[in-house]
């Protein structure tokens, strides 16, 4: 593996485990094995390596999303599955986490976080639509307040206050939960049978 993909590859990991303010280039070289100066022989600063780790992860999910999307059985089965994926990446990163990136790295968050949330907002967007053309979805949805309200439940379940109010059930589990009764309810009764008929699917770990 070559020296900048290690980079990347460790300090992704330690985004996962603390914030990105906590994470220093002396932590990262020393883990490595590394000088600090190798480093900065890669990127000018921590400002671009945390940008380049946030854009390899973000066009990682781009790639699997649409993958999904293209092997799904139907698109109501492509957003639960989209949902689940983009659920697990925020837990995996923990919601503070990423506060602390919009509040110390600003202009990352907005030229990454933000560019992937739109993009998410509009595949879902595209799936929604797919879904109420297919007969999957009540016809009187408004997709635009559907999509809104996704994206505010896939953040507040991440929190961690919201996981540890739940402790005693999966982070998994809230989410699966959560991507059910959304879809559930805005859903006809064709939509409601796919949805029952990938329940099982859904609340396992192995969509």
């Avoid at 990991?13 to 990105?20: D, E, G, Q």
């Avoid at 932590?27 to 022989?41: D, F, P, V």
């Avoid at 649409?66 to 059985?73: N, Q, V």
């Avoid at 907005?110 to 053309?133: G, S, W, Y």
């Amino acid at each position: 593996m070559e020296i900048k993909d290690r980079i990347i590859e460790e300090t992704s990991r330690l985004l996962v485990v603390k914030s990105c303010r906590l994470i220093t280039m002396d932590e990262i070289a020393n883990n490595l094995g590394i000088s600090k100066r190798t480093i900065y022989e890669q990127f000018t600063d921590k400002s671009s390596l945390l940008e380049e780790c946030f854009n390899y992860h973000f066009d990682m999910a781009i790639k699997e999303v649409s993958d999904i999307a293209k092997e799904s059985d139907n698109s109501l089965i492509s957003v639960m599955r989209v949902l689940k994926l983009a659920s697990e990446s925020i837990q995996a990163v923990k919601y503070e986490h990423i506060e602390d990136l919009k509040k110390f790295y600003p202009k990352i968050y907005q030229k990454t976080f933000e560019q992937h949330i739109a993009f998410q907002k509009i595949l879902r967007n595209k799936l929604l639509q797919e879904a109420l053309d297919e007969g999957l979805i009540l016809e009187d949805t408004s997709l635009d307040l559907l999509n809104s309200l996704i994206h505010l439940n896939l953040f507040y379940c991440s929190r961690n206050e919201f996981i540890n109010e739940n402790s005693n059930h999966s982070s998994s589990e809230i989410v699966a939960m959560n991507i059910f009764i959304i879809l559930r309810g805005v859903s006809t009764y064709k939509g409601i049978e796919i949805i029952d008929n990938y329940k099982n699917i859904l609340f396992k770990n192995n969509i």
